[in-house]
């Protein structure tokens, strides 16, 4: 009930993320890969054969797990994915019987996962959190199980696949790499179960007499520490250091302007930056210079982030990737002019040149 509880929470925060936060842009294919560990629940049996009938709990040693994806991210802050996982725990012992006994076995899985995720800007361009939900299928396979009496000659063991809907709740944190456009660490928790259960068959045996049975595991119930990378493929390169030339600075030009500690293009930037692609599909323009500003404490992260930004926008709004040079202008040429004639630079500024 409580992981239950658990996933529905998760939901309901993915449903309230998009009005308390601003979106990472990210946009376009990306690919995604992690391995870890698996840290399963004690699980509930119900060995049904001749001589034996009874529910007990067994417990799970930690195990590993894997998973590998492929998904789309659509630039403002939601993105969606297919993803493969494996993995594999041991049972590692036995409570809830009448009678001393041992329990052994190994459950392999896999699955095929489809999966919705969020991920939120909260001011920081060096870690971004995400929420997620997920359905699909998993297949498990038991190896080996056994529940031996110790008292007595009588064993019941059970082994096969099976396999049902399973739901998942995610929740991670991504880490850009400096200096490498698209790539990130990640590192998330997943919390997934097998609705309904799992069915398997098997037999006891007391003495040389062997009897059909079933082995009913009641819940499935995992948790998934993962760490991982992440390679968004349509992310533009990072701000240069190199001005652009004097025939830029005469040319048309949009400025966006950003909230402190803030990099997402909003509604209002947003209208400016379709406008500036619009100017530039009419006229024809094949090169497109944006340029961070900020003064020399300015955070070179910050300004890169927030050009990248605008040119994410851009090529949805309809501009050809290479069409688009990003520069870090800095204190090179004043965008704002004081009452006394003394210049000084557009902080929190991108600017959007039409050579």
Known sequence: MRVGLTILALALAIGAVPRIA??????????????GMSLPFATKVTPVASGFRGTFDFGQSPGYAARISAGYALGNGWRFELEGTIGRTSVN????????????????????MANALFDLDVGSPYVFPY?????????????????????????????GESGGLTMQGIAG?????????????TADYRLMNTLGGLKFGGA??????VSPGTAKFHNQFAQELTIGVRFAFNTPPPAGLTPPAASALQAPSYVVAFAPSHFAVDARASTIVREAARSSV?????????????????????AARRANAVAAALIKDGVAREAIV?????????LVQTALGASRTGTGTVEIVLP
């Open 93 to 112: 012992g036995i409570a809830g019987t009448s009678f001393p006994a041992a329990s052994s076995g190994t459950l392999a899985r896999r699955g095929l």
């Open 131 to 159: 929420l997620g939900l997920g359905a699909g299928y998993q297949s498990t396979r038991l190896s080996g199980f056994t529940v031996t009496r110790r008292d007595a000659a009588f064993a019941f063991s059970a082994s």
């Open 326 to 334: 990003i520069t870090a202008l800095g204190d090179t040429r004043p």
């Open 282 to 302: 009419k006229a024809g323009k094949t090169r497109i210079q944006i340029g961070a500003y900020g003064t020399q404490q300015t955070d070179r992260a910050m």
């Open 204 to 209: 006891s045996s007391t003495g040389a007499v």
């Open 173 to 185: 944190l991504a880490f850009p790499v400096p200096n490498m456009p698209g790539l990130s660490i």
């Open 22 to 35: 601003h979106a990472q842009p990210i946009q376009g294919f990306y690919a995604d890969a992690g391995a």
